[in-house]
T-cell receptor
Framework: KQEVTQIPAALSVPEGENLVLNCSFT??????LQWFRQDPGKGLTSLLL?????REQTSGRLNASLDKSSGRSTLYIAASQPGDSATYLCARGNSGYSTLTFGKGTMLLVSP | DAGVTQSPTHLIKTRGQHVTLRCSPISGHKSVSWYQQVLGQGPQFIFQYYEKEERGRGNFPDRFSARQFPNYSSELNVNALLLGDSALYLC????????????FGPGTRLTVL
């Protein structure tokens, strides 16, 4: 069974801190790894997609890495802001048809 | 350009009833996937459709069914509703080929009483 685990479940930091969210997955035959943001009661916003042949992707203050051999991905957020407060979900792509297996998410609170 | 749209936004049903949820993909996208997100959990894959054909199915009972129309919009149907079906139902669209970013809609919040 393919599983995705996210640690920590919740994180609270003061504004301006750099932080790392962790994601681990079983089965190294991963197709891709995607990070999403979800605001309370809302849908998902795609942040970064890392293909299995890549090691990292960057977008603005966000950097995501992928290490297939250890079954891990990290999402690095630089200079956090209150607007970054949300739940962050990682999901592994399971095939060329892009079905996704999600972790439970990390709930991030950035306080002013 | 419009993103993925879903209707209705909220829905309240009673046990045993039937529900139909609707999704319109991004223009040009031919694949639609459905996910169920129970409170406090990550989304779980239910179905994927591409070019009107079912291409994948998650571990859900036969009470769940779906279809895709010629314009690539999709419906998710759930029969004989149970309290445990209360969840946020998310639709995602993609081009449907190769390495493919999934774009999610805002979801339909279903409450079963």
């Amino acid at each position: 069974k393919q599983e995705v685990t996210q640690i920590p479940a919740a994180l609270s930091v003061p504004e301006g801190e750099n932080l790392v969210l962790n994601c681990s997955f079983t089965d190294s035959a991963i197709y891709n790894l995607q990070w999403f943001r979800q605001d309370p009661g809302k849908g998902l916003t795609s942040l970064l997609l890392i293909q299995s042949s890549q090691r990292e992707q960057t977008s603005g203050r966000l950097n995501a890495s992928l290490d297939k051999s250890s079954g891990r991905s990290t999402l690095y957020i630089a200079a956090s802001q209150p607007g970054d407060s949300a739940t962050y979900l990682c999901a592994r792509g399971n095939s060329g048809y892009s079905t996704l297996t999600f972790g439970k998410g990390t709930m991030l609170l950035v306080s002013p | 350009d419009a993103g993925v749209t879903q209707s209705p936004t909220h829905l309240i049903k009673t046990r045993g009833q039937h529900v139909t949820l609707r999704c319109s993909p991004i223009s040009g996208h031919k694949s639609v996937s459905w996910y169920q997100q129970v409170l406090g959990q990550g989304p779980q894959f239910i179905f994927q459709y591409y070019e009107k054909e079912e291409r994948g199915r998650g571990n859900f009972p036969d009470r769940f069914s779906a279809r895709q129309f010629p314009n690539y919009s999709s419906e998710l149907n759930v029969n004989a509703l149970l309290l445990g079906d209360s969840a946020l139902y998310l639709c995602a669209s993609s081009l449907g080929q190769g390495i493919d970013t999934q774009y999610f809609g805002p979801g339909t919040r279903l409450t079963v009483l």
